[in-house]
Nanobody, 114 residues
Framework: VQLQASGGGLVQPGGSLRLSCAAS????????MGWYRQAPGKERELVTT???????AYAVAVKGRFTISRDNAKNTVYLQMNSLKPEDTAVYYC?????????WGQGTLVTVSS
């Protein structure tokens, strides 16, 4: 499975961005996709996940501000980020997992700054 993330950029505090992650290859039903992020000098952390039937989970830091969704027909996952804060600045990585298999996208930089 290959993942191509897009949609990052520079946004002011309080603004919004939408990330996309397109998956290609042997996409299996029952997979789990999600987004992680890594801020400068910090470890990569889980942001949100979504199951193939739409079940979601969020980190406390983003709950109520971020929304993950997916279009299984397009094998694409989206991350709508609202009310962005400077502490949301990070490289965001798309993730795909099925059983013991997992893979990452190349990352897209989100910078929240005035």
């Amino acid at each position: 499975v290959q993942l191509q993330a897009s949609g990052g950029g520079l946004v002011q505090p309080g603004g919004s961005l939408r990330l996309s992650c397109a998956a290609s290859g042997s996409i299996l039903s029952g997979n789990l996709m999600g987004w992680y992020r890594q801020a400068p000098g910090k470890e990569r952390e889980l942001v949100t996940t979504i199951t193939s039937d739409g079940g979601t989970a969020y980190a406390v830091a983003v709950k109520g501000r971020f929304t993950i969704s997916r279009d299984n027909a397009k094998n694409t996952v989206y991350l709508q980020m609202n009310s962005l804060k400077p502490e949301d600045t990070a490289v965001y990585y798309c993730h795909y997992g099925f059983s013991l298999y997992a893979t990452w996208g190349q990352g897209t930089l989100v910078t929240v700054s005035s």
